[in-house]
């Protein structure tokens, strides 16, 4: 009897702890938005990624808190707290701050 109840938790552990490996994970919202940037007499607009614990938006500002990480063209920026400006694409990064830029034509996994 206990050799079974052992096996039987074992069991239990080998299939709950892998999904377990990153708690925050199922915490997390995903956003697409749209922005549209300027620089001189250059005009761009398109769509990225926003990932994070809690986002909202209100007019044309979209805020993040928690675990953030915005793709665009090849780099995901992450950060504790972000601010996305959609009326001229730009991003105000807080906290644990880093970019990663990635080989042109990689696949991002969302």
Same mark, same amino acid.
């Given at each position: 009897?206990?050799?079974?109840?052992?096996?039987?938790?074992?069991?239990?552990?080998?299939?709950?702890?892998?999904?377990?490996?990153?708690?925050?994970?199922?915490?997390?919202?995903?956003?697409?938005?749209?922005?549209?940037?300027?620089?001189?007499?250059?005009?761009?607009?398109?769509?990225?990624?926003?990932?994070?614990?809690?986002?909202?938006?209100?007019?044309?500002?979209?805020?993040?808190?928690?675990?953030?990480?915005?793709?665009?063209?090849? $780099?995901?920026?992450? /950060?504790?707290?972000?601010?996305?400006?959609?009326?001229?694409?730009?991003?105000? /990064?807080?906290?644990? $701050?880093? $970019?990663?830029?990635?080989?042109?034509?990689?696949? $991002?996994?969302?």
């Amino acid at each position: 009897m206990r050799s079974s109840t052992l096996i039987l938790c074992l069991t239990f552990l080998a299939c709950t702890l892998p999904a377990q490996t990153n708690p925050n994970a199922s915490q997390q919202k995903l956003v697409s938005a749209g922005y549209t940037a300027k620089s001189g007499g250059i005009v761009e607009t398109g769509m990225l990624a926003l990932k994070g614990r809690e986002i909202t938006t209100a007019n044309s500002l979209t805020k993040c808190h928690g675990d953030c990480e915005i793709t665009i063209h090849g $780099v995901i920026l992450k /950060a504790d707290e972000l601010d996305f400006h959609q009326n001229n694409g730009e991003v105000e /990064a807080r906290g644990n $701050v880093r $970019v990663k830029v990635l080989p042109q034509g990689a696949a $991002v996994a969302q």
